[in-house]
């Protein structure tokens, strides 16, 4: 979980090779309507994100525990909540860098449907993990590879 621009998709597909479970883009779950709305520079509401967290929820119910990882900005508790009561044993990392670096990373990355404009609203919503929820804060600073040993490291506690 995390802003967009944290490093998702680069750290999950690296860390589901890593344990050799299947990867799951939340990007890919977004109904086109989401899509346009971001590439057009709107925030989406929780409304826009119902159907979108109930797609994210259905894959990681459908693991049947088997494992796997999918990346979700998952921003909000309420976010996570709805994800957990699909799949119970979901454990959330949370790639946690400061605003400046995230949008540093932001501004260089191509061909994606979500502008650097949008970044303050999603630092805005992000409520970190709470002390209850499954899941450990993972730090960016630092290559793709550190950050998925730290993953690792979160995993293995």
């Known amino acids: 979980m995390g802003v967009s621009g944290s490093g998702k998709t680069t750290v999950g597909t690296r860390l589901a090779e890593r344990l050799a479970v299947p990867y799951a883009e939340a990007d890919d779950f977004h109904p086109p309507g989401n899509v346009a709305k971001m590439a057009a ?17 259905e894959w990681l119910a459908g693991r049947g525990g088997a494992g796997g990882v999918v990346t979700c900005s998952a921003l ?4 996570r909540d709805r994800l957990r009561s699909a799949a119970p044993g ?4 949370h790639l946690d ?29 992000l409520e970190p993990l709470h002390e209850d929820e499954p899941g450990a804060a993972v730090g960016i600073d630092g290559s793709p590879e550190e950050t998925v040993e730290r993953a690792l490291a979160a995993l293995a506690r």
């Not at 909000?76 to 976010?79: A, G, L």
């Not at 994606?112 to 630092?123: A, E, G, I, K, N």
């Open 41 to 57: 520079g709107t925030p989406l509401t929780d409304e826009d994100r119902a159907p979108w967290l109930d797609a994210i929820a």
């Open 76 to 79: 909000k508790r309420r976010y």
């Open 90 to 93: 979901v454990f959330f990392l």
């Open 97 to 125: 860098g400061s605003p400046e670096l995230v949008a540093r990373r932001l501004g260089e990355r191509r061909g994606h449907f979500m502008p650097p404009s949008l970044l303050r609203s999603q630092f805005d919503a």
